[in-house]
């Protein structure tokens, strides 16, 4: 591995295992007492005394979530329950129903009462602090509800030009699981000689959280993504044989700016058809505007490293910077896209530049029955 490599490789591993410095704000027991009193005061005849908004006579247009339940209490942040809270449910682009306490509570208060509201939740599952921002390359670690659409186009030293679109559907599986389907379609057109299209090597793989701290900001996770031949090799848009790739990934967040670090290995199941690879990825991101979620953007800057050997080609590694940004789409932050250029800033290089972008919908967590 290249000096370069070494380089990527051990920042990437810092991500990884360090959790200390900045962490959330630490909850203590009066608090909880406090937020229990005005959780009763102010917000039980709707939500009910335990959580679950089952309150007998209640008829509003909206009935309210069940706090007990821990995929929908886990889901956000703290700032967006203080938000939903302070400024009611229009703030985040949510009902109506929930008025605004913000001349009712004050921020002590409110901050009080949503630590206390947290407690419906008995289980073990990881918080929405921990939810970092999508970059445009680099492995999250947090298990996602989401449908993202990406696309990247490219043009090689022999001026080659390529361009892939795909649909990747990720479902969130327990408190700390995740299943995903990736579906590719790929357009290129080799030294200018007119574009050859379809589908390409449709990708499966599953995500676990091995290790969370709500108090360190930490996040890391393991999984397996496993890549079947679909597309066609002799047409170039595939690579001919299954592809096994385990990978790590965690976040980590330092205040307002956000480390995020991936490492996988690609082992291709038909060893003379594809590379065997590893990829190293480093992602920051920082708040650029934050007024609310509709307003949400950051400025994303990752180091994209990748090694290949194994093959007739010979062994070589390329390093790559890309900068991005990212920005929620609507009030209540579900939907976001971004937008970025990768170069590499290493003498070997399989493209010259690479424009890419992704567009997602982070659906809410849904269960049959109540």
């Known amino acids: 591995m290249s000096r370069a490599g070494l380089i990527i490789g051990g920042v990437s591993l810092i991500i990884l295992g360090v959790s200390f410095g900045w962490g959330a704000t630490r909850v203590t027991d009066k608090d909880l007492e406090e937020g229990e009193l ?7 005849s709707c939500h009910g005394e335990d959580g ?13 979530p069940d706090l007990t339940w ?7 942040p703290d700032r967006d329950w203080i938000l939903i809270t302070a400024e009611g449910g229009p703030a985040t682009g949510r009902s109506d129903v ?15 009462v949503v630590a206390y509201l947290r407690t419906f939740c008995t289980e073990d599952w990881p918080r929405g602090e921990l939810n970092f921002p999508r970059p445009l390359v680099t492995e999250k670690a947090w298990p996602e509800n989401e449908i993202v659409f990406t696309w990247n186009t490219a043009r090689t030293p022999g001026d080659e030009q390529s361009t892939q679109f795909s649909w990747t559907l990720e479902k969130r599986v ?10 590719p379609f790929q357009i290129n057109d080799p030294e200018g000689q007119g574009a050859v299209g379809g589908i390409g090597d449709v990708e499966a793989g599953i995500k676990y959280v091995l290790y969370d701290n709500l108090e360190q900001l930490f996040l890391s996770s393991g999984g397996l993504e496993v890549g079947a031949p679909t597309g066609s090799i002799r047409r170039g848009l595939g690579d001919g044989t299954t592809i096994l790739s385990p990978f790590l990934a965690a976040g ?9 670090g991936s490492f996988k290995f690609e082992y291709p199941v038909v060893t003379r ?8 990825n480093l992602a920051f991101t920082y708040p650029i505007l ?11 800057l990752e180091l994209n490293g990748k090694s290949e050997w194994g093959t007739e080609a010979p062994k070589h590694f390329q390093l790559s910077l890309t900068p991005g940004l990212r920005k929620a789409l609507t009030r209540s932050g579900l939907w976001a896209a971004a937008v970025g250029v990768q170069v590499p800033v290493t003498g070997v290089r399989d493209v010259d530049y690479r424009v890419m972008g992704y567009l997602l919908y982070e659906y809410p967590p849904f269960r049959f029955g109540r």
Not at 38 to 44: G, P, Q, S
Not at 252 to 260: F, P, R, T, V
């Open 98 to 112: 929930m008025p605004s306490f913000r001349d009712a509570l004050t921020e002590d208060q409110i901050r009080q």
């Open 70 to 76: 821990c995929a929908f209490n886990s889901e956000e």
């Open 273 to 280: 058809r594809a590379p065997k690879a590893l990829l190293y």
């Open 252 to 260: 980590k967040a330092w205040g307002d700016l956000i480390g995020q």
């Open 290 to 300: 934050a007024v609310g979620r509709l307003t949400e953007g950051q400025v994303l």
């Open 52 to 64: 679950k908004g089952q309150v007998p006579g209640l008829e509003i247009k909206v009935p309210p």
């Open 174 to 183: 327990g408190p700390r699981g995740q299943v995903e389907v990736k579906f």
């Open 38 to 44: 005005l959780y009763r005061e102010a917000c039980a």
